[in-house]
């Protein structure tokens, strides 16, 4: 398909499924912007995409603050996105009688409010 001058954006694209679809989509001609907690893995994934295409923006899906680094950053561009992929995930796997409410916080605000009021 062709994304040329589209412009994407990927929670969680710092690794795995998001940088992967990342990667796809600028090979498709598209500007990627991609979000994950940790700069450091920010900054890896952009060295190797080595694109001019390929932004990073540290934002946490968490929490409405984060997520308003995200949107101050498309706003700043002047761009508008075409796509928003979703993709930003946590997984604590528990045997249910050990699962602590921090673990289930966690997962739910980065799985379900993250993608809700990113959205
Ligand atoms: N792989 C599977 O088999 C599988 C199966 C079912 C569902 N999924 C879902 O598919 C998505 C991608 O999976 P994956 O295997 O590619 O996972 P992954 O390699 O662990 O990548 C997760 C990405 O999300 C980012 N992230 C995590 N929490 C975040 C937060 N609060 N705010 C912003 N970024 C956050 C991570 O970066 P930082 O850690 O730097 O924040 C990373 O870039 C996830 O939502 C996962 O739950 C995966």
């Known amino acids: 398909m062709d994304f040329i001058n589209k412009d994407v954006a990927i ?3 710092s690794t795995g499924i998001g940088f992967a679809t990342a990667k796809a989509f600028i090979d498709a001609g598209a500007s990627v912007w991609i979000t994950g ?3 450091e893995n920010l900054h890896k994934a952009a ?3 080595n694109s001019p295409k390929l932004k990073t923006v540290v934002s ?3 929490n409405l603050a984060g997520i308003a680094v995200l949107e101050e950053a498309i706003t700043d561009s002047s761009r508008k996105l075409d796509v928003l992929l979703l993709n930003a995930g ?3 796997f528990a045997p249910i009688e ?3 409410e921090a673990d289930f916080d966690a ?3 980065t799985n379900v409010k993250g993608y809700f ?3």
């Open 11 to 13: 929670t969680g694209g």
């Open 90 to 92: 946590v997984a604590v």
């Open 117 to 119: 009021f990113t959205l």
């Open 47 to 49: 060295a190797q995409s």
């Open 37 to 39: 907690r940790s700069a």
């Open 107 to 109: 997962q739910f605000n």
């Open 98 to 100: 050990q699962a602590t």
């Open 60 to 62: 946490d899906t968490s």
